[in-house]
C-alpha cells in the first residue's frame, strides 16, 4: 500500500481517530502564533480533511481566503462536504510538486501535519517558496516534536519512515530553495519550522541571489543556532549545578561565554555587509 492509498483508506476515521478535542483546541494556538492577519489569504498544504480549516478561517476572518490542497481524493472529498456552506475555503485535489497557482498568490503558507510524507522535500519547498508574496510566511508545523512524529509513524507501514529531517539538514533545505530567517521550535508536542520569503519571484527558474544574499542568510541561520544552543547550555549548566556537579557546570559556562562571543562576531559580520 502506497502513501495516497493509505490517507485514502484512513480518511473515512482520520478526524475521529486523531483529532481528540483536547488536540483541536491546540490547533488554534498553534495558529495563532502564526499571527496571520485578517484578510490575508493562505494556502493549506496537506490539508487532510480540513482539521486546520476552522482555526485558519478564524484568523482570517471573514475576508480572507483559504486555498486547501491535499493529494488523497477522500480526504478531500470529506473536507469539502464538511465545508459546503462556507465561501472561504476552497479544497482542490493536487500535489505539492505540482501547485497549480500563480507566483506571490498568497500572504503565507501552511504545511501542517504532512511535510515528513512528502517524497521529495526540498521540490516541495521550491514549489512552495514562488507562491509566497514578498515578506510571506512559510510554517511547517506539526502537534508533536520531531521525536514524537518519528515514533508515532512507525506504529503504520506505509508511513513508517517518513520523518522531518534534522535541525541542520532543515536549515539548509530552507535556505537552499529561497527561505530566509529560518527558525525551529522542537519540543513536546510541537514543532514550527517558519521561514520568510524575501525576493518576488517573476518565475519559477533558479532562484538568482548574489554573494552578498547567501552571506546575510548563511549568518542569519548561525546566530539562530547558537542563541538556540545557549539557551541550552544555559538550561544544562544549572541542571549540573543541582545536581551538585559544579566542576561540569563550570566547563559548560566556558562554552556559554565562547558562544555568546562567536555571537556577537557573526552579528558585527552580517551588520558590516549592511
Same mark, same amino acid.
Request: proline content about 3%; charged content about 25%; hydrophobic content about 40%.
Given at each position: 500500500?502506497?502513501?495516497? =492509498?493509505?490517507?485514502? /483508506? &484512513?480518511?473515512?476515521?482520520?478526524? !475521529?481517530?486523531?483529532?481528540?478535542?483536547?488536540?483541536?483546541?491546540?490547533?488554534?494556538? %498553534?495558529?495563532?502564533?502564526?499571527?496571520?492577519?485578517?484578510?490575508?489569504?493562505? *494556502?493549506?498544504? #496537506?490539508?487532510?480533511?480540513?482539521?486546520?480549516?476552522? @482555526? *485558519?478561517?478564524?484568523?482570517?476572518?471573514?475576508?480572507?481566503?483559504?486555498?486547501?490542497?491535499?493529494?488523497?481524493?477522500? &480526504?478531500?472529498?470529506?473536507?469539502?462536504?464538511?465545508?459546503?456552506?462556507? /465561501?472561504?475555503?476552497?479544497?482542490?485535489?493536487?500535489?505539492?510538486?505540482? *501547485?497549480?497557482?500563480?507566483? #506571490?498568490?498568497?500572504?503565507?503558507? %501552511?504545511?501542517? #501535519?504532512?511535510?515528513?510524507?512528502?517524497? @521529495?522535500?526540498?521540490?516541495?519547498?521550491? +514549489?512552495?517558496?514562488?507562491?509566497?508574496?514578498?515578506?510571506?510566511?512559510?510554517?511547517?508545523?506539526?502537534?508533536?516534536?520531531?521525536?514524537?512524529?518519528?515514533?508515532?509513524?512507525?506504529?503504520?507501514?506505509?508511513?513508517?519512515?517518513?520523518?522531518?529531517? $534534522?535541525?541542520? +539538514? &532543515?536549515?539548509?533545505?530552507?535556505?537552499?530553495?529561497?527561505?530566509?530567517?529560518?527558525?525551529? %521550535?522542537?519540543?513536546?508536542?510541537?514543532?514550527?519550522? !517558519?521561514?520568510?520569503?524575501? /525576493?518576488?519571484?517573476?518565475?519559477?527558474?533558479? *532562484?538568482? &541571489?548574489?554573494?552578498? =544574499? !547567501?552571506?546575510?542568510?548563511?549568518?542569519?541561520?548561525?546566530?539562530?543556532?547558537?542563541?538556540?544552543? /545557549?539557551? +541550552?547550555?544555559?538550561?544544562?549548566?544549572?541542571?549540573? $549545578?543541582?545536581?551538585?556537579?559544579?566542576?561540569?557546570? +563550570?566547563?559548560?559556562? =566556558?562554552?556559554?561565554?565562547?558562544?555568546?562571543?562567536?555571537? =556577537?562576531?557573526?552579528?558585527?559580520?552580517? !551588520?558590516?555587509?549592511?
Amino acid at each position: 500500500m502506497n502513501r495516497r =492509498e493509505f490517507f485514502n /483508506q &484512513m480518511a473515512s476515521v482520520w478526524d !475521529k481517530r486523531f483529532y481528540s478535542p483536547e488536540l483541536i483546541g491546540r490547533l488554534d494556538e %498553534i495558529v495563532a502564533s502564526f499571527r496571520l492577519s485578517r484578510g490575508n489569504c493562505v *494556502l493549506d498544504i #496537506g490539508c487532510g480533511t480540513g482539521v486546520l480549516t476552522p @482555526s *485558519l478561517l478564524i484568523a482570517v476572518g471573514q475576508l480572507g481566503v483559504i486555498h486547501a490542497v491535499d493529494f488523497a481524493g477522500e &480526504m478531500v472529498k470529506r473536507a469539502r462536504k464538511k465545508f459546503e456552506n462556507n /465561501q472561504n475555503v476552497h479544497f482542490i485535489l493536487g500535489s505539492v510538486e505540482t *501547485l497549480p497557482f500563480d507566483d #506571490g498568490s498568497f500572504d503565507h503558507v %501552511i504545511c501542517f #501535519g504532512a511535510f515528513p510524507h512528502f517524497d @521529495s522535500k526540498k521540490k516541495a519547498l521550491k +514549489e512552495m517558496h514562488p507562491v509566497l508574496k514578498t515578506g510571506g510566511n512559510l510554517f511547517i508545523a506539526h502537534a508533536l516534536s520531531s521525536a514524537q512524529i518519528k515514533a508515532h509513524h512507525k506504529a503504520s507501514s506505509p508511513v513508517a519512515n517518513d520523518v522531518l529531517p $534534522e535541525e541542520l +539538514e &532543515m536549515r539548509e533545505m530552507m535556505t537552499t530553495t529561497g527561505f530566509w530567517g529560518v527558525s525551529i %521550535i522542537d519540543k513536546d508536542r510541537c514543532y514550527i519550522c !517558519k521561514g520568510k520569503n524575501r /525576493q518576488n519571484r517573476k518565475n519559477r527558474g533558479a *532562484l538568482v &541571489m548574489d554573494f552578498t =544574499e !547567501k552571506a546575510r542568510i548563511r549568518l542569519e541561520n548561525w546566530i539562530t543556532h547558537n542563541d538556540h544552543h /545557549q539557551e +541550552e547550555y544555559e538550561l544544562f549548566a544549572e541542571q549540573l $549545578e543541582e545536581a551538585g556537579k559544579n566542576e561540569s557546570s +563550570e566547563h559548560v559556562r =566556558e562554552m556559554i561565554e565562547l558562544t555568546v562571543n562567536s555571537t =556577537e562576531c557573526l552579528r558585527n559580520a552580517f !551588520k558590516a555587509l549592511e
